[in-house]
């Protein structure tokens, strides 16, 4: 497999006080270029957290995590390899409501360093690509969920990052539109060739998935 996302034996764990909470215990997965892995598993089995470490937010206790060949660790400028390889969607969107769809896709991308003409003809591209070519100039709250989130996936897709993370995509849309919106990252994931790694609770992200990885207790269910 050619792994554009990798995780191999990743531990976390926690200090309150005195007390030890061992959140993760030797996880490992790999995501190839232009997969879907659906990540699923019960509320506190460790998914945010090991979602939180392949998005470079935090470091692993101890384990190896890659991320397009660059390796995140203690030692790395997280908050790079976060800007430059890895796109993410949310739950709640988190669009900045003052701003245009374009200009939330913009504002993506003007972090990654392009900015002007460039950043503009970047972003109107994205929202083409998912749909939404005539909504650029609409403010969030003038925009449905499903278009919401269609916003979101442009701007994850901003510079085109290597890996792709969502956070329980379809969680906040009814069932017809989730369906578009999963049907959207299939298509996304063999026309871009990034690799996307989707945590749910949802059992319909299986349709679109190649793999489902299920993580219970810390760990990755045999």
């Known amino acids: ?3 554009v996302l990798s995780a191999h034996d990743v531990t976390k764990t926690f ?5 030890q909470v061992d959140v993760l215990r030797g ?3 790999d ?3 232009g997969e879907i892995v659906s990540l699923e598993g019960p509320s506190g089995s460790g998914k945010t957290t090991f979602l939180s470490i392949l998005g470079c937010i935090l470091t ?3 384990g190896e995590v890659t991320v397009d060949g660059a390796r995140a660790d203690a030692k790395s400028d997280l908050a790079d390899i976060r800007k430059k390889k890895i796109g993410f969607v949310f739950q709640q969107f988190n669009l900045f409501a003052a701003l245009t769809a374009r200009e ?5 991308l003007n972090v990654k360093g392009v900015r002007g003409k460039e950043a503009r003809v970047q972003a109107e591209a994205m929202l083409d690509l998912v749909g939404l070519a005539d909504r650029k100039a609409f403010l969030p709250r003038d925009l449905s969920g499903g278009q919401k989130q269609r916003v979101a996936i442009a701007r994850a897709l901003a510079g085109k990052p290597a890996v792709l993370l969502a956070d329980e995509p379809t969680a906040n849309l ?3 539109v989730g369906a578009q919106i999963l049907d959207l990252f299939r298509e996304l994931a063999t026309a871009q060739g990034c690799g996307v790694l989707i945590v749910t609770h949802d059992p319909k992200v299986r349709r679109i998935s190649d793999r489902v990885a ?3 207790d810390g760990k990755i269910a045999a």
Do not use: C, F, Q
């Open 15 to 19: 200090h309150e006080g005195k007390l």
């Open 1 to 3: 497999m050619n792994a």
């Open 60 to 62: 692993p206790t101890s």
């Open 104 to 108: 939330n896709v913009e504002y993506a």
């Open 214 to 216: 299920e993580i219970r």
């Open 174 to 176: 009814d069932t017809s």
């Open 31 to 33: 995501v190839a270029r």
């Open 27 to 29: 996880v490992s997965l």
